[in-house]
């Protein structure tokens, strides 16, 4: 229990009347003051007409002001003066932002502010001061605020109690969804896409219709957010739905764009549309620093073009460019796609926060609708019950009008007497003595008798209204029908801006689309030195072709920046090498065993492109050997990857890529001995030791080819002509696989290798 100390009497000292109480439950208690001041009065929108507390006195402030459609423009300093001194007793600063907010277009998806002069721009520019800039009201403002007048809501005192303002905008405007709303509140948050509103109607509809109906169901009319900067929604529908269910979830937002072309095979992409919220300016930045810091090698330039419409054009590096590649690089990079959150977390009618789905916000709107429909007709049915009382008066002066002059010239107080003469009420008899004389003109019986027969034709009509639910539901229909024809998708402000269709798979983006693709010219030395050389150069070239004294070329051959480079080592690894991160030839280049872990000892048996789909044959010098696709022996580390289980005293000898039309396999040994058998009874693997290819009393495998039969069997002559021989009838050496064979056609090498 906290002590109070009371103050002495007649004393003024504030320490005084100091309270002793414990400092946490002073502090909680404190503290939960301000919470619910943050959340009820400043961050969470009304789920009746969408807006915070200072967005309403805004509005509230222009219709004092009749800052209407049709109107002049007024000093936003005016407005803002007006807002801070009679309504919002907070800073000019923070209420001139939310009337900026309220008059971008790219901000709000149907503005409430109609601004002239510096609002600010997309590039993320700051508006004008207030003192130059002007504003007014938009017709979707003045939708939201129809009905103040008509007895609808309840007003409030201001803050000092010389005026009054209403608690809520009583308009059907459905400003909560089309709109949207975001803000941060103590322990809570609210994050709200704009939507569009003919979708909103149609969905407010069904629920009309189907009070009873699935959150899935709206899905057939809301189609997703519409945000003012348009873009491209990407989620599946069942994650949409999922979101709109529940009330919480996300958006994936994408730029939209073209392929613009050129010429002669040139193309740029134009981006038009970017996702909400995102500031083109420094998008433009991100994108031109990645540009500079060359993290997407195949990105050359970005440059804005933009006038009133976005125009943002990005160049490739070359023309062999994927434009899907570069755009998927630049989505997941860049702010060209973003997510957008939804927390649709609102302060209901008993002002409290809750987060709804959207069927959920839809029927509690629905329900404030119906409850402005129903004080709208019973004020209306007031005014009418006032007018046919005045209307009965007149009609017994009317048929008593002599009378009734002779009563007022003769009579002292001549009220009380008609009263008693005529039966009237004060009210009739004061309207009655109110009465210009050129009033009595007009009071004729027809024109009398036929306003109040009309009135009571009304009268009966909203009589019906109050007493009927059916009825309620039908006029708001009637009422949503006529407003959907102001917004509907065939309006320039009714049509549907963000395009909803579902992304294809987000695809694993190949590391060589990331490279830019030049042809390079691979060359490796005897002690393992490897460079690459820009463009393709002639492999004979000596001048090109330089080495070290004593060292010479083992492998060179033509390739792009994109390939990847395989390595194959005599212990049965295989190692890989990216193209691009090879040194450059200007140089002897550098020793290979630097880029990968070869151990010393361990001789290279060949160097080659990876080809895609390619296969290639692997044999060992003790005569075993299989076939392996070059896509299964790519190694992503240093160590490489065991391909070929190589038996002890045995080596890695021959790697050869398979021609795709070679149906045969030719193999001689070191006893020169020669096999012919066909390829298929070469096994493919992805790793093993493989199988006999030719059977050996002494010694090894000396060389292994593939070739076409239909073609022959060639090998070179040797000698500086270049000359090969073909040897056409293989019949004596075609044999099954594992067999001896017999000895080589006259004139075969005496190396036992086919060159």
Same mark, same amino acid.
């Given at each position: ?55 309403? =006195? ?195 937002? =994408? ?71 570069? @755009?998927?690089?630049?989505?997941? @990079? ?100 109110? @009465? ?19 009135? @009571? ?299």
């Amino acid at each position: 229990m906290a002590d109070v100390i009371d103050p002495p009497a007649g004393s003024d000292d504030p320490f005084d009347s100091i309270v002793d109480a414990p400092f946490d439950a002073a502090l909680s208690e404190r503290y939960l003051v301000y919470a619910l001041s943050t959340i009820t009065a400043r961050s969470l929108p009304d789920l009746r007409d969408g807006l915070k507390p200072v967005h309403r =006195r805004l509005l509230w402030a222009m219709r004092q002001l009749k800052l209407d459609p049709t109107g002049g423009y007024k000093k936003s300093a005016r407005v803002v003066g007006d807002v801070i001194g009679k309504y919002h007793p907070h800073g000019d600063a923070s209420v001139y932002d939310a009337m900026v907010r309220l008059a971008q277009s790219f901000s709000l998806r149907y503005p409430l502010v109609d601004g002239q002069g510096n609002f600010g721009n997309i590039d993320g520019d700051n508006a004008a001061a207030y003192r130059y800039t002007e504003a007014r009201m938009t017709p979707a403002a003045i939708e939201l605020m129809a009905g103040l007048d008509d007895g609808t809501v309840d007003y409030r005192p201001t803050y000092n109690g010389e005026d009054e303002e209403p608690e809520i905008f009583p308009g059907l405007f459905p400003n909560l969804l089309a709109n949207g709303a975001s803000g941060i509140a103590v322990g809570m948050a609210t994050s709200i896409p704009p939507q569009n509103v003919a979708e909103i109607i149609d969905a407010a509809v069904h629920v009309i219709d189907k009070p009873n109906c699935e959150p899935f169901e709206l899905m057939e009319f809301v189609k997703g957010p519409d945000f003012p900067t348009g873009g491209q929604l990407v989620d599946s529908p069942a994650a949409i739905a999922e979101a709109y269910a529940t009330g919480r979830g996300s958006f994936r937002v =994408r730029a939209r764009w073209s392929v613009e072309d050129l010429g002669r095979g040139t193309w740029v992409i134009v981006v038009t549309e970017i996702p909400y919220q995102v500031q083109k300016g420094k998008l433009i930045e991100a994108i031109a620093q990645i540009v500079n810091d060359k993290k997407l090698p195949i990105l050359a330039d970005v440059r804005d073009e933009s006038a009133e419409e976005i125009r943002l054009v990005i160049e490739p590096r070359s023309r062999t460019v994927d434009p899907d590649v570069l @755009m998927e690089s630049l989505f997941r @990079m860049t702010d060209l796609e973003n997510k957008f959150p939804l927390n649709l977390n609102v302060l209901g009618a008993d002002r409290t926060p809750r987060v709804m789905g959207l069927k959920a916000v839809l029927v509690a709107w629905l329900d404030h609708q119906i409850e402005v429909l129903i004080r709208r007709s019973q004020h209306r049915l007031g005014k009418i019950d006032d007018r046919l009382e005045l209307l009965d008066g007149y009609l017994i002066a009317y048929l008593n009008l002599d009378r009734v002059i002779e009563i007022i010239r003769t009579e002292d107080e001549p009220k009380p007497v008609m009263m008693a003469e005529f039966g009237l009420i004060d009210r009739q008899a004061e309207a009655i003595l109110n @009465m210009r004389l050129r009033s009595l003109r007009r009071l004729e019986e027809m024109e009398l008798k036929g306003e109040r027969d009309k009135l @009571m034709a009304e009268r009966e009509g909203l009589v019906a209204l109050l007493e009927s639910p059916a009825k309620q539901k039908t006029r708001l229909k009637k009422d949503l029908a006529a407003l959907r024809t102001r917004y509907g998708p065939e309006t320039p402000i009714g049509r549907r801006r963000t395009l909803v269709e579902e992304a294809a798979q987000a695809r694993e983006i190949p590391l060589e689309a990331m490279i830019e693709r030049e042809p390079i010219t691979v060359i490796m030395s005897q002690r393992g030195w490897v460079r690459a050389m820009k463009g393709h150069v002639a492999l004979d070239a000596a001048d090109a072709l330089k080495f070290k004294e004593g060292d010479g070329a083992a492998f060179a051959f033509h390739a792009q920046t994109t390939d990847k480079i395989l390595l194959a080592a005599e212990d049965g690894r295989f190692f890989t090498l990216g193209a691009d991160k090879l040194p450059g030839g200007r140089g002897f280049g550098e020793p290979v065993r630097l880029m990968i872990d070869l151990p010393d000892g361990v001789g290279i048996v060949n160097l080659l492109p990876a080809r895609a789909d390619e296969r290639i044959l692997l044999a060992a010098n003790d005569g075993k050997g299989f076939v392996v696709k070059s896509s299964e022996i790519i190694a992503e580390t240093r160590k490489g990857r065991q391909v070929v289980n190589v038996r002890a005293g045995a080596k890695l000898s021959v790697v050869r890529p398979i021609r795709a039309d070679h149906d045969y396999v030719a193999a001689v040994g070191d006893n020169r001995k020669l096999v012919v058998f066909p390829l298929n009874e070469l096994p493919e693997m992805g790793r093993g030791q493989g199988v006999t290819i030719q059977k050996y009393k002494d010694g090894g495998l000396s060389d292994v080819v593939t070739f076409k039969l239909e073609e022959g069997l060639s090998w070179a002559m040797g000698g500086e002509t270049g000359r090969t021989r073909t040897e056409s009838d293989l019949t004596p050496w075609r044999v099954a696989r594992g067999a001896a064979g017999r000895m080589p056609p006259l004139g075969f090498p005496r190396d036992n290798t086919f060159g």
